[in-house]
């Protein structure tokens, strides 16, 4: 079993910049790929972005609306996964939350995943 734990979330400005964290605990990431999905007050959870390793090969897979402005990495040295947020919009608002299964492909589908975390706030305003 493994455990998530989101951080970085905040308030800001549109345009602005912030570096969300996923932590596990409990098994090393190695063999998990790792997703990030986010829902904003009266939505559906939606996909994020997702990161695989295999073989010494990441994946990476990003939503539409996102593509080009986040950035997934993962660090599995320090258990950890990351996403890199620019330019962000009023639209971005959302909790946003980091999921986990064990896989070697990326994964975009919330019921594919095993492991969640509890999320974390960003608000970014006009």
């Known amino acids: 079993q493994v455990q998530l734990v989101e951080s970085g979330g905040g308030l800001l400005q549109a345009g602005g910049s912030l570096r969300l964290s996923c932590v596990a605990s409990?098994?090393?990431?190695?063999?998990?790929?790792v997703g990030w999905f986010r829902q904003a007050p009266g939505k559906e959870r939606e996909f994020v972005a997702a990161?695989?390793?295999?073989?010494?090969?990441?994946?990476?897979y990003y939503a539409d609306s996102v593509k080009g402005r986040f950035t997934i990495s993962r660090a599995n040295a320090k258990n950890t996964v990351y996403l890199q947020m620019n330019s962000l919009k009023p639209e971005d608002t959302a909790v946003y939350y980091c999921?986990?299964?064990?896989?070697?492909?990326?994964?975009?589908?919330?019921?594919?995943?095993?492991?969640w975390g509890q999320g974390t706030q960003v608000t970014v305003s006009s």
């Open positions: 999921a986990a299964v064990i896989a070697t492909t990326t994964k975009k589908f919330e019921q594919e995943y095993d492991y």
């Open positions: 409990g098994r090393t990431i190695n063999s998990y790929t």
């Open positions: 990161i695989s390793f295999s073989w010494n090969v990441i994946s990476t």
